[in-house]
């Protein structure tokens, strides 16, 4: 079926309950679907008003609306929230929610607050596609894609919580978004991209293009699409300077390796200077982190406006790896700094409620003991195999 077809056809899914769910609807689907329940098409732009500036979630309260239109309102439509099943606060300020969904499923979503912003990170799937080994979310299956909905509404529970509708025209405790929450938002781009541009909105939660940041493991096909139609911020998972441990601990690279991942973002629709790239590093001891591949990182980014992430480690209930040792972050830090690119060294936030990069991690499914464990002892033969490679590399330079 062609996307145009698909537009002409458009009908939402009712609830249970025969009502339909408001939230995650293109301005043009609101408008569509109100008109096909008898009301005014001028409703669909008071009705956006009301859901997305004033976070109001009872029609009652739309009082721009007459009476009989409110009610046909509630007879017919919900506005939809996922229900925060846990809320946990870290001691360094920062906010975690478990978000379940109408089919139980859950996600986690996370508020990083800093003195000049406020930072949400935003899930894209239920689980995730990809077996990144040193990521928690990655021990958990992909159940399925998030909707438009669900992911817009993660950014809704969270303005509830916050207290922030309307929204403030300036010292926002929400002001950025990361999609860099559980899942690879790049397969399920569709519904990201449905959501991105309602919460980008200006007539609504009008979180800037400039603000939000989706980070990527590499799918290299959907990067220029994303750019293109979207214009966030690009982040990308490196991890690893070599084909041969990139694809050993993100998997994605043997499909998409890294000349071919390379190439995607030096091509990245308004990559500039002002604009850089993202690159996540997580630090694994004895894994990525000697100085040579220091080296092999600032050789394969050149040319690239770059900035790079270090991330230290978090460890996750039966992670297999160790977090760097912090001198050496900081010597592979200073070794990328003084080649030119930024290389600040992420402080872990969250860490005391599992919220910190890589930890997230919901209760919808769960390894079986035999998965485990056959993780465990993949990660233990990789960490000794390249801690060994490592050794011989740096006794090569040495000697060189």
Same mark, same amino acid.
């Given at each position: ?13 009712? %609830? ?11 301005? /043009? #689907?609101? &408008?569509? +679907? ?28 739309? $009082? ?14 919900? @506005?939809? %929230? ?8 870290? &001691? ?7 978000? %379940? ?37 990655? +021990?958990?299956?992909?159940? %399925? ?38 899942? &690879?938002?790049?397969? !399920? ?23 939000? $940041?989706?980070? +990527? ?11 293109? =139609? ?5 982040? @990308? ?18 499909? *998409? ?15 500039? !200077?002002?604009?850089?790239? $993202?690159? =996540? ?14 080296? /092999? ?11 790079? !992430? ?11 790896? /160790? ?12 070794? @990328? !700094? /003084?080649?030119? *690119? ?25 390894? $079986? ?7 465990? =002892? ?7 195999? *390249? ?6 590399? #740096? ?6």
């Amino acid at each position: 079926m062609g996307a145009e077809h698909h537009s002409k056809a458009f009908a939402p899914a009712p %609830r249970a309950d025969g009502r339909i769910n408001l939230v995650g609807l293109s301005r /043009e #689907e609101l &408008e569509a +679907t109100l008109t096909a329940a008898g009301l005014e098409k001028f409703r669909a732009r008071q009705v956006w008003h009301w859901i997305y500036y004033r976070g109001v979630t009872d029609f009652a309260a739309m $009082t721009t609306l007459a009476k009989p239109a409110r009610e046909k309102l509630a007879e017919h439509f919900v @506005v939809d %929230r996922p229900v925060a099943v846990k809320d946990l606060q870290s &001691e360094d300020g920062t906010r975690k929610w478990l978000c %379940r969904f109408h089919d139980g499923q859950e996600v986690e979503a996370v508020h990083i607050p800093e003195e000049d912003r406020g930072t949400l990170c935003v899930s894209s799937q239920v689980g995730c596609t990809l077996t990144c080994r040193f990521c928690h979310t990655g +021990t958990q299956l992909l159940v %399925r894609n998030l909707r438009a909905d669900e992911i817009v509404s993660q950014v809704m529970l969270a303005r509830d919580a916050l207290g922030e509708w309307p929204s403030p025209p300036e010292g926002r405790m929400l002001s950025n978004i990361v999609m860099m929450g559980m899942g &690879e938002p790049l397969f !399920n781009y569709d519904n990201v991209a449905k959501a991105l541009k309602i919460v980008m909105d200006g007539e609504g939660i009008a979180i800037s293009k400039r603000r939000i $940041t989706l980070s +990527t493991s590499g799918v290299v096909p959907m990067m220029k699409r994303c750019g293109a =139609e979207l214009g966030v911020n690009l982040a @990308v998972s490196l991890h690893a300077v070599n084909d041969e441990l990139r694809s050993r601990i993100v998997p994605i690279n043997r499909k *998409y390796p890294l000349a071919e991942l390379m190439e995607a973002v030096r091509t990245y629709p308004g990559l500039n !200077n002002a604009r850089r790239v $993202t690159w =996540e590093y997580v630090m694994l001891k004895g894994v990525n982190d000697s100085l040579a591949d220091a080296r /092999e990182l600032v050789r394969l980014i050149r040319g690239i406006p770059s900035k790079i !992430n270090l991330i230290p480690f978090n460890p996750w209930p039966g992670a297999p790896f /160790e977090c760097s040792d912090w001198s050496q972050i900081q010597r592979f830090s200073d070794f @990328v !700094n /003084e080649a030119g *690119y930024a290389s600040p060294i992420r402080t872990p936030r969250g860490k005391d409620i599992l919220a910190a990069c890589g930890q997230l991690k919901s209760e919808s499914q769960r390894p $079986t003991a035999s998965q485990r464990a056959a993780q465990m =002892e993949v990660h233990k033969a990789l960490a000794a195999e *390249y801690a060994a490679r490592v050794a011989e590399k #740096e006794a090569a330079l040495s000697l060189g």
